[in-house]
Structure formats: C-alpha cells, structure tokens
C-alpha cells in the first residue's frame, strides 16, 4: 500500500519558502505515529526544510542533483527509483512531499492521509486537487485548536472509489 501523507489548508496550500505554514504538534505526532517503522519518499527541498533524517524510518530523498551525499538518507534520482527501493524494504510506503512530488505520485497513490487545516494562508506550494470522482472519504476525526495548536482541523482518509 502507497500512501500520501499531507497537512493542507483549506485552498490546498502546503508551504511557502519552503516551511509549513502552521505549529500543529497534534498533527506532528499523527504523522510520527503513521510513518515510523515505515520507508518515507520525499523530494529534496522537503528534506531540507526537514533539516534531518526523520528517525526509525528509511528515508529516501529523490533528487536530480548527483553531486552530493549526507548521512542518514537513501539519494535517489527518480521516483521509480524511489517506489523500487521502498517497496524493497516494506509492503507499506508512505510519500511526504513536497507540491512536486506528490504532483507526481498521486496517480501512483492507493490512500491520501490528509490534515485538513481549517485556515486561509499565503502558500506558494499546492496539494493536487483531490477528485472526488476518484476518491472517496473514509475516514475522519475534527480536533478544536487549543492553546498549543494555532488552528482547528480534521484528519481526513481517502480512498480509491
Ligand atoms: N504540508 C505538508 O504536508 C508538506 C509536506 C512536505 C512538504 N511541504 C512543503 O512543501 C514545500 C516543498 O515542496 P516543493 O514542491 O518545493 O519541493 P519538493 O517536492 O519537496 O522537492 C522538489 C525537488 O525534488 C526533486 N525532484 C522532484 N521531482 C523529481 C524527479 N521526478 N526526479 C528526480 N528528482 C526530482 C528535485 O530536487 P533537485 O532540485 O535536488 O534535483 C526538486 O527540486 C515546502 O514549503 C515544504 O514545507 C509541506
């Protein structure tokens, strides 16, 4: 099973210059709790606005850039490459960004674990639409903000109709 794992507003927005665009540690350790034990694929800004492996997973950056090698991090130089070493390891994937690479891996994708931020904020990055003639909602749970999580929003699961 390939998943795509996303925190998006309510435009679809994920980042801008390259950072997220909210402090929700409620959706932090949502993520750390779907992806650890499991191979995550990113593109090579998203680690870098990581900053660091993420730990107990494998972490596999794609990258078209040959020159340049850091500990902790499987370089890959295409998707399928990256879907070949993944699927190596694991029968769960999970796919973490950024706009480029889920542009390019939601045809490729079985579910989408989606954080839907209940906000309108100034993105230069997208999430795809999410087609409702191809996915289905299966899931969802509301959380209200609080004093360490700025803004309301939902964990959403969808599937493929
Ligand atoms: N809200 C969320 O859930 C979420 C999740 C992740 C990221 N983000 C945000 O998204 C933004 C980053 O997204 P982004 O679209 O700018 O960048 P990205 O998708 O993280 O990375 C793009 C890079 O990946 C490599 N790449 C992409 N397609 C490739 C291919 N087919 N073959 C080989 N390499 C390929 C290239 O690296 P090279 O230039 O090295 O060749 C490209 O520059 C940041 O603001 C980040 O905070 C948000």
């Keep these: 099973m390939t998943t795509i794992v996303v925190a998006m507003g309510e435009k679809n927005g994920i980042g801008f210059d390259n950072r997220l665009l909210w402090?929700?540690?409620?959706?932090?350790?949502?993520f750390k709790e779907i992806t650890s034990g499991h191979p995550v694929i990113m593109g090579r800004k998203?680690?870098?606005?990581?900053g660091k492996p993420l730990p107990n997973r494998t972490n596999i950056v794609v990258s078209r850039k040959t020159d340049w090698f850091e500990e902790g991090i499987l370089i890959v130089g295409s998707i399928k490459e990256a879907m070949k070493f993944a699927k190596k390891i694991d029968e769960e994937i999970f796919i973490i960004g950024g706009g480029k690479i889920y542009e390019q891996t939601l045809d490729i994708t079985d579910r989408l674990e989606v954080t839907l931020v209940k906000a309108e904020l100034e993105a230069d990055t997208y999430f795809p639409k999410i087609d409702p003639k191809i996915w289905?909602?299966?899931h969802e749970t509301s959380h209200e903000k609080d004093d360490k999580n700025q803004y309301d929003f939902c964990f959403?699961?969808?599937?493929?109709i």
């Design 23 to 30: 402090h929700l540690p409620k959706d932090l350790k949502h």
């Design 136 to 138: 289905k909602k299966t």
């Design 156 to 160: 959403q699961t969808y599937e493929r």
């Design 46 to 50: 998203t680690y870098e606005s990581i």
